[in-house]
């Protein structure tokens, strides 16, 4: 029978070298979990370009990163639409390492508001990260809103736990094509964002412009997406009355 020093010692270097061992794996794997985020991210804002997103389906990961570069340049704004330039370790401010879901939990004041502005080949849009509560669990996604900052020209949106083949919808071309073309604004230039209507199957011409056809027995996740739409796209209007309504827009390619 072993005694209680055995035991104790034998315990603290058995959490030592486990310990050890986890680190130097959390080091080796970091850098590639790091790159393999950050094409996700990027593949994700391009995707809420209805023609890019086609063209991804035949690129490798070296062929979108080049494209994001070609096309995307970005910053960061506050809540009061001011651009902040340097991030909370003093560094530089970089619009894509800027982590939605951890803001999400900050006050809407204090969080960080990335912008992403496509331009290539005459057409351009500003792409908005946005985020919310589905019926299980997180749902995000990006807006693609035109330049005249009232109709959407595509957008990407994803999940963590919707149903499948209910709410997970929410990520298929069949849905996000939905919301090509609708306005952000009611007749009166009120800002309503889009509703996504219970139910589906409504003829277009029943829907009008700031509504989408909805999802059939995933009621709850739709209204999760019409709340992440109509909160998150509002947050960004003083950002949009000083840099883009008040004069020319500028952005700085990462």
Known sequence: ????????????????????LL???????????????????????????PAEKEALADMDAEAILARYAEVISSQVSDFQGNLVDT??????????????E??????????????FKYSANGNEA????VYGAG??????????VNPDLKSVKGVSFDHKGETPGLGARITSDEIQARYRGKSLYDDNGNFVAITMVKGEKTPEDRLG???????????????????????????YQKYFDKH???????????
Do not use: C, H
Not at 1 to 18: D, H, K
Not at 126 to 129: D, S
Not at 244 to 254: F, K
């Open 1 to 20: 029978m072993q005694s209680n020093r055995y035991i104790i010692i034998f315990s603290l270097v058995l959490t030592a070298v486990l310990g050890g």
């Open 23 to 49: 680190s130097g794996v959390s080091q080796v794997l970091g850098p590639t979990q790091k790159k393999a985020q950050d094409l996700d991210t990027k593949k994700q804002i391009l995707g809420a370009i």
């Open 87 to 100: 991030n909370e370790k003093g560094g530089r401010m970089i619009a894509e390492e800027v982590s939605i």
């Open 102 to 115: 951890k803001n999400y939990k900050k006050s809407i004041e204090d969080r960080m508001y990335p912008v």
């Open 126 to 129: 500003y792409i908005l990260p």
């Open 135 to 144: 019926l299980w669990d997180a749902i995000w996604g990006f807006v693609a």
């Open 209 to 235: 412009p700031n509504k989408v056809d909805g999802l059939a027995g995933a009621t709850l996740t739709a209204n999760g997406v019409n709340d992440m739409l109509l909160n998150y796209i509002n947050y």
């Open 244 to 254: 883009v309504r008040g004069g020319a827009m500028t952005l700085n390619n990462q």
